[in-house]
């Protein structure tokens, strides 16, 4: 019997180093309260759109500013800066999952250490109206992720629902 | 290898329901009651994940109060001769199957006969809203399985309950279900949940309430 919906997310997590090296590890989110919110009152009672796909952000080169009204991924560095990633649908036609991918090259001279990464709906003030989840970049162990100058980071982040 | 553990908010659905002898306004007094683990619809799952998606628009899929069922008994078809729908064609709401004859509709080849119909709605006390937190979606409904008559059918005698259905878009119009040739009745076009229910039976004049709630949690 499929007594549950379970929607739950999966991130990769990708770092090109300057010199080729490929550094990779991934982990489990946190779905935030928010989503939680969105999909339980949207089942009796019509919601405003809280898609993922609501204009999504563009620039990669590592920039702290987070433009109004956008969605996809924003990672924080270890001093609580925000910067977004150019976030792109890669898989957005599934009726069952989907996954969105986010890219930033640090271009400038210093090294950037990366805490945390948040994916979510509609930025208003660098805040996410619906945010859907949490990744903390240390939840395997690894510790936090530094991306040096020359360095690209990316971001493979996959919600689904399953019925089991 | 990489091995992934997904945190998981999941959503869970369970049924309660009680029968009362319909002269307990209050409701005090329960004369059964029981509580159902439920099956999620693909329907619901789907549409979710379908809105999160997307790049605009509002969701759609919502189950309110305003398309609910407003007969208890689905009606019969108009024409003897043709297929047809019955007077809940395309409300929404709970459905309880119950193994008493509330309707019939005829088959799309009048050859054919007809489909009897065995589904009870509960068309009274409606509120579909939020429950004691903002990720539980309860809607709650109540009848009362009283006497009637619908064509040639005499309606409300002591019965069985078989299962609970919540939807939207009541359609039973002599067509088997797709992919079911042995004539299953369609029931709800957006599915969202359901149960088996066992041991459970309606009198006359009983007044069965049903709560659904649906936690994402």
């Not at chain 2, 005090?28 to 628009?57: A, V, W």
Request: aromatic content about 8%; proline content about 2%.
């Amino acid at each position: 019997m499929k007594d549950a919906i379970r929607p739950s997310g999966k991130v990769e997590v990708q770092v090109i180093k300057k010199d080729g090296t490929v550094i990779n590890h991934s982990g489990h989110n946190t779905i935030h309260a928010e989503l939680k919110t969105e999909m339980a009152q949207s089942m009796f009672s019509a919601q405003g759109n809280f898609g993922i796909a609501n204009s999504l952000f563009d620039d990669d080169t590592f920039t702290t500013t987070i433009p109004d009204n956008e969605s996809g991924i924003i990672i924080k560095d270890t001093n609580d800066v925000q910067y977004q990633m150019a976030t792109t649908g890669t898989d957005l036609s599934s009726d069952t999952s989907f996954t969105v991918r986010g890219e930033v090259r640090n271009d400038s001279s210093a090294s950037i250490t990366i805490a945390e990464a948040y994916l979510g709906h509609d930025t208003a003030s660098g805040n996410f109206g619906v945010q859907y989840s949490t990744y903390d970049f240390d939840v395997d162990g690894s510790g936090d992720q530094a991306v040096a100058d020359g360095d690209q980071l990316n971001i493979t982040w996959q919600i689904t629902i399953d019925d089991s | 290898m990489e091995i992934f553990v997904p945190k998981i908010p999941f959503v869970t659905g369970f049924v309660q329901a009680w029968t009362f002898h319909n002269e307990d306004v209050l409701q005090r007094e329960p004369k059964q009651y029981i509580e159902c683990d439920n099956e999620i619809e693909d329907f619901l799952l789907e549409s979710i994940m379908t809105h999160m998606q997307s790049s605009s628009g509002n969701t759609g899929y919502e189950l309110d109060t305003s398309g609910w069922a407003t007969n208890k008994y689905p009606g019969d078809t108009n024409s003897s001769t043709t297929s047809g729908d019955t007077d809940n064609n395309l409300k929404d709401g709970i459905i309880i199957q119950v193994d008493d004859t509330t309707g019939w509709v005829k088959k799309q080849a009048p050859a054919e006969g007809h489909n009897l119909i065995k589904d009870f709605a509960l068309t009274d006390s409606i509120t579909a809203q939020a429950g004691g937190s903002s990720n539980i979606a309860v809607w709650s409904a109540q009848a009362e399985w009283g006497t009637g008559t619908s064509g040639d059918l005499d309606l409300g005698a002591d019965c069985n309950v078989g299962h609970f259905y919540i939807g939207k878009y009541y359609h039973c119009d002599g067509t088997p279900e797709e992919g079911n040739a042995n004539g299953s009745q369609k029931r709800f076009r957006d599915k969202f949940a359901n149960t088996d229910v066992t041991g459970f039976t309606l009198e006359t004049d009983d007044v069965i309430k049903l709560t659904w709630t649906i936690t994402v949690g």
